[in-house]
Structures are given as C-alpha cells and as structure tokens.
Nanobody, 124 residues
C-alpha cells in the first residue's frame, strides 16, 4: 500500500484546512486508515481513524467535534477536514494504513504503511 498525503499549509487560528490521503496498491481499501500528527519536540499522537466501509470514525478527544473524516471511493482518497483550528494543532500530519481492531486503532505500531507527512501550521 502506498499513501500520499497532501493539503497542509498555514492558516490562522479558527480557520480550516482539509488534508487528503490518496491510497494505492493492491487491497488498499481493505485497510483501515488513520491520521496521526507530530508537533515539534513531541511524540507522534493519534488523531483519527476509520475504515473504508463499515464502522464509524473514531477521533482523539482533542479533535473530536472539530475534525471529520470523509472518503471518496472513486479516488481512493480519504480526507481529514479540520475546522476551528488552534495553534496547538500545529504539527506534521501523517496518514497511515493498517489492519486494526478497536484495541489497537490508536497505536502507531498497528499501522505498517505511512504517507510522507504534510505540515499544518496554525498561527495565533
């Protein structure tokens, strides 16, 4: 599975951005897709995850109600719509794919495939 993340940029606090993660490769849509982020000097943290079909998206508490995952099956692309952005959302955002279950879906180690990361900067 190959993943290509895009859509990062600079935005003011309170603004919005939409990240995209295009998946390719055999059986790409059999994997769950996740978003993680890493701020400078901090460890990478879970943001959100969902399956291509079935189930409901799962979000970290810190983004719940502000971020939304959506999917475009025709483009094999998953999106992360980020609203009401805060300076503390500044990070490199990564998309990932893996065969996860409810107890592993927030763990980086459950996702063997990673995109290259896209920078999101939120100014105050």
């Amino acid at each position: 599975v190959q993943l290509q993340a895009s859509g990062g940029g600079l935005v003011q606090a309170g603004g919005s951005l939409r990240l995209a993660c295009a998946a390719s490769g055999e059986s790409a849509r059999t994997y769950a897709m996740g978003w993680f982020r890493q701020a400078p000097g901090k460890e990478r943290e879970f943001v959100a995850t969902t399956r291509w079909s079935g189930g409901t998206p799962y979000y970290a508490d810190i983004v719940k109600g502000r971020f939304t995952i959506s999917k475009d099956f025709t483009k094999n692309t998953m999106y992360l719509q980020m609203n009401s952005l805060k300076p503390e959302d500044t990070a490199v955002y990564y998309c990932a794919a893996g065969r996860v279950i409810s107890t592993t879906r927030t763990s980086q180690s459950a996702y063997p495939y990673w995109g290259q990361g896209t920078q999101v900067t939120v100014s105050s």
